[in-house]
């Protein structure tokens, strides 16, 4: 198991911003991806931001693009999450994921989330 652990999350007011981080440790991966995902109270967890750790490639929701940014320091086994003009409906618990792509079996993927970190947007 991957271990990750997120921080960077609080209260906000709308407009405002924050910056969530997920450190990752634990078990060296050939290849995996990182992304994070939310979920607000009586909804389904969706999907938010990616990030590929070797290639740099992103993919955002359309409901975020434009406002949020994610970014990894590889240095650090790091991925960020960039809120800027957070908004009311952006408050959720947002988990951080890493997709670890399988070398021994491919075309299997193993998914590793963190607990979460509560973000909360007033308006």
């Known amino acids: 198991q991957v271990q990750l652990v997120e921080s960077g999350g609080g209260l906000v007011q709308a407009g405002g911003s924050l910056r969530l981080s997920c450190a990752a440790s634990?078990?060296?991966?050939?290849?995996?991806?990182m992304g994070w995902y939310r979920q607000a109270p009586g909804k389904e967890r969706e999907f938010v931001a990616i990030i590929n750790w070797t290639g740099g490639t992103t993919s955002y929701a359309d409901s975020v693009k434009g406002r949020f940014t994610i970014s990894r320091d590889n240095a650090k086994n790091t991925v960020y999450l960039q809120m800027n003009i957070l908004k009311p409906e952006d408050t959720a618990i947002y988990y951080c994921n890493a997709r670890y792509y399988s070398v021994a079996y491919p075309g299997h993927t193993t998914d590793y989330w963190g607990q979460g970190t509560q973000v909360t947007v007033s308006s």
């Open positions: 634990g078990r060296t991966f050939s290849s995996y991806d």
